[in-house]
């Protein structure tokens, strides 16, 4: 009986980064644990339905980062993205096209971002971080341009619809955003688990090299991941969108950072090649409380910013320290043989 | 028939003489003479925005309009970039001083990009005047909205809703942009003033970098932990303490600023109590009277003339 407890057990704690993503969700319940004896409203059905809605999109972008970071990339243009997606999205449907056509339009402009990323990265060789620094500037100035650079008009009493699908409305329970977030999870971790394409985006991220000497191909594969990033992102805008009944073109202002540190928080390594997506639902999760959290505790912003600087960087070095132990440990089994 | 001889070159020589004579002349009476009009005709005032598109700044030309023909004797022109650029409005004054401006009314895109285009200006004898926003150019006067005035202005609307609901204590809770606007930072502090010495407490401050899906997620958590009160210091805010208490349904009092579609909208369903509108009309308007006076020798005060915010409420609309 107790070996067949034992053995699931010992298949997680076989997976690659696994501790990291264990310790972070210790981390994470001690943090609810925190904040619900300061303000027992934390816990409060109300609360905890807005928080799952809170965390939903960074949850979301953090998915398309997590992607880039596992090939070994950077994605910068997911904040200019997302803001490119509400500005599109909100713009045509106020000269009155039908939703579900602006949010096709605006799935399509997204993408083209996603795979200029993946082709200036792959195929042109551009420094990852050099390239999406580039397609941020250029999407937060389509951003600005959709409108003639102003914030839209309300997006109208006939996009409720779409404020209701993505936002307001609700399904079993739970906000339709929160559902959004688990379905694209539930496809993306599938897809990178479960496929040859999941296993050749950690395998371009491990060593490139060996990877495409073994047939992997390059340019698709990290296109790919690019594109899962825009996607995403590109959602995290229309939730934008149907959440303020508007346009504005700050909309996902930095997000690309916090979709870093929810993929870092959650053990993905931003030197590729290593990372779990169940990480950054906790990576998001700690990223989501911590906002929701502080706010109620009474926090000054800036110490906010320093408590959550403080914890990106003691996850990473974490995971530094965690790598170099393993490789110690590696050394040392190689020299005794 | 004459033969050409020397002294007939000499005459052309002189009579080339003449001719320059008759040409300075000339140019000096037609000088004298534009002055003449100058004197009779009054003057030139352009009025340059950051662009032609915005509602706000078709306001500044209305209030402007207005003014110049209440006063006669006035050529007004309004000059402004299709859309918001340093090195079109730049062209702008340029365009004003070389069609011969006698003053300038100025919507500065930033405080610094146009001061080079300013000192030639003024140093053609331009008078300059800031309309909404001032470069860092000394000028006759600046109207502008006092954001610190109608902070508070927004602060004793709620505060008179509260009371008027007999709710004399409670939470209050304040979204802006960023710590860094200066015009956010005065609405805020404003705010804050209208509330010393009363019963609410004024929460810590949330910044949503003018996101309104930011907004409407600290103005959730705001409800959740039980404010009566929500403030917007600008549109984004505003449209986002809108959409959280249109969601949570409850008797929060929510009040913003700026006055755009969305928000009036709002105002209209009754989630918003009500926004505070900047006045462009007077700005155009003050400011074309200041120039007049300016232009006829007069010495203008104050440096700084607030234009005030209008409240709009569901009655008002």
Not at chain 1, 31 to 49: E, H, K, Q, T, Y
Not at chain 1, 301 to 319: F, Q, T
Not at chain 2, 239 to 258: H, L, Q, R
Request: glycine residues 10%; contains cysteine.
């Amino acid at each position: 009986m107790l070996s067949v407890m034992k053995r699931p057990l010992k298949r997680i704690l076989a997976i690659r980064g696994i501790a990291q993503v264990l310790t972070v969700t210790i981390g994470l319940i001690i943090l609810c644990i925190v904040f619900g004896i300061m303000n027992p409203i934390f816990f409060s059905s109300r609360n905890v339905a807005n928080l799952l809605r809170q965390i939903a999109p960074i949850l979301l972008i953090g998915i398309g980062q997590s992607y880039v970071l596992i090939t070994g990339n950077i994605d910068l243009s997911i904040g200019s993205v997302v803001g490119m997606s509400t500005m599109i999205s909100a713009t045509l449907m106020t000269k009155g096209m039908a939703p579900s056509a602006a949010v096709f339009i605006t799935i399509i402009c997204c993408l083209a971002v996603g795979l200029s990323n993946g082709l200036l990265v792959s195929f042109a060789k551009l420094p990852p971080f050099i390239a999406t620094l580039g397609t941020m500037t250029i999407a937060r100035g389509i951003a600005q341009i959709a409108n003639n650079n102003y914030n839209t008009d309300s997006i109208g009493e006939a996009a409720q619809g779409f404020r209701d699908f993505f936002y307001y409305g609700k399904t079993l329970g739970l906000y339709n955003t929160i559902w959004i977030a688990i379905l694209l999870w539930l496809i993306f971790n599938f897809l990178l688990t479960r496929t040859k394409s999941g296993r050749h985006i950690y395998a371009i991220g491990s060593n490139a090299e060996a990877a495409r000497l073994s047939g992997v191909n390059l340019v698709s594969t990290t296109t790919k991941a690019y594109l899962v990033s825009a996607f995403v992102s590109c959602i995290v805008g229309l939730v934008t969108t149907a959440t303020s009944g508007m346009g504005t073109m700050d909309a996902g202002n930095s997000y690309e950072l916090y979709a870093v540190a929810a993929s870092v928080i959650g053990g993905v390594s931003t030197l590729g090649g290593q990372g779990l997506l169940f990480g950054t639902v906790i990576g998001a999760s700690i990223w989501g409380v911590l906002q929701n959290g502080l706010q109620f505790a009474g926090a000054p912003v800036a110490i906010r910013n320093i408590v959550i600087g403080v914890i990106v960087v003691v996850s990473v070095l974490l995971d530094v320290i965690v790598r170099s132990k393993n490789v110690a440990k590696k050394k040392k089994s190689a020299s005794s043989m | 028939m004459k033969t050409i001889t020397e002294s007939d070159v000499d005459k052309g020589v002189i009579s080339m003489k003449k001719l320059s004579l008759v040409l300075l002349v000339l140019l000096v009476v037609s000088a004298m003479f534009a002055q003449g009009t100058k004197e009779s005709s009054d003057y030139k005032v352009y009025l340059i925005t950051m662009d032609q598109m915005d509602q706000h700044w078709v306001n500044v030309d209305k209030g402007a309009q207005k003014a110049a023909s209440e006063l006669g004797g006035i050529e007004y022109k309004w000059l402004a970039p299709d859309v918001k650029d340093d090195a079109k409005q730049i062209e702008c004054i340029n365009n004003a001083v070389a069609g011969g401006a006698d003053a300038i009314l100025l919507a500065a895109n930033g405080p610094n990009a146009v001061t080079a285009a300013l000192k030639e200006a003024a140093g053609a004898g331009v008078i300059i005047i800031y309309v909404d926003s001032a470069a860092n150019f000394p000028a006759v006067q600046t109207l502008a909205t006092d954001n610190t005035a109608a902070g508070t202005t927004a602060g004793k609307e709620m505060l008179k809703e509260l009371t008027a609901k007999g709710v004399k204590s409670g939470k209050i809770g304040v979204i802006s942009v960023n710590s860094a606007t200066a015009s956010t930072v005065a609405r805020e502090a404003g705010f804050r003033k209208a509330f010393e010495g009363t019963g609410f407490t004024i929460l810590e401050t949330q910044y949503c970098d003018g996101d309104a899906a930011r907004s409407k997620d600290m103005s959730a958590n705001f409800i959740t932990q039980g404010v009566v009160g929500l403030f917007g210091a600008n549109e984004g805010s505003t449209v986002g303490v809108g959409n959280a208490i249109a969601e949570a349904g409850k008797s929060v009092i929510g009040v913003g600023f700026d006055k755009s579609d969305m928000i009036l909208s709002l105002i209209k369903n009754g989630y918003l109590l009500a926004t505070m509108a900047q006045n462009p009309d007077v700005m155009g308007y003050e400011g074309m009277k200041t120039a007049y006076k300016a232009l006829k020798g007069e010495k203008i005060s104050p440096e700084y003339f607030d234009t005030g915010v209008s409240v709009l409420t569901k009655a008002s609309l």
